[in-house]
């Protein structure tokens, strides 16, 4: 066993520990863990909702968003089955597990992934969404860690990865996205849903490069 190893066992046991130390928690940690996907559906619903009447760019990277965590849970599938990393409770029996058991590889998380995707795909189009996005996708890697479904590590990549695909993706696909946009919102039922957009801005107005983050 590597390093990496050792701190990943390490932080799993003193969060499996913490676990065991707060039953006041399971309750609603194991909902969030096994449900809490609703709330980043309920975020990219509030963004597309934002994004009605706001520039093509906007709601390309809305859409983007929700697009991303397909791709980035698609991409995840084939990686999981390469790495075949068995879930904690197979590798460390005794550790306290609220989570069902169940036979898919532990890494890299889907959830993580999911909730990656989302927060990095909403802090483009959306900057306050994406904050909260960013905490509720905290808030579900440590949960995962929490109820034993779990290695920190498997949460740590499943961020990273989602994030990647979501940023990456945006930056090499927005031109084609906007194009599309615009050209769908020409189609009276569109145009009727999500109204006349705003001009254009000349100058990108979001943390990252091609971003078009808002504000409110």
Known sequence: MNTAH???????????????????????????????????????LAALVAARGRTSTALAATGWAAVATLLA??????????????????????????????????FPSDHAVMAGAVAAGLTIAHRRLGAIAWVAALLMAFTRVYIGAHYPWDVAAGLVLGSLVALVGWLVLRRPLVWLTARLREQPGVRGLFGAPHAESSAPAGPVSGSVAARS
């Not at 676990?19 to 399971?26: F, I, M, S, V």
């Not at 995840?76 to 904690?88: C, F, I, S, T, W």
């Open 6 to 44: 050792r701190l990943d066992d390490q932080l799993l046991l003193a969060v499996n520990g913490f676990a065991r130390d707060t039953p006041g928690l399971h309750g609603v940690l194991l909902d969030y863990g096994k449900y809490g996907l609703v709330v980043f559906a309920a975020l990219l």
């Open 73 to 106: 849970l698609a991409v995840n599938q084939p990686l999981g089955h390469l790495v075949a990393e068995a879930r904690p409770n197979v590798t460390h029996p005794a550790i306290l597990r609220l989570a069902d058991r169940t036979t898919d590889f532990s």
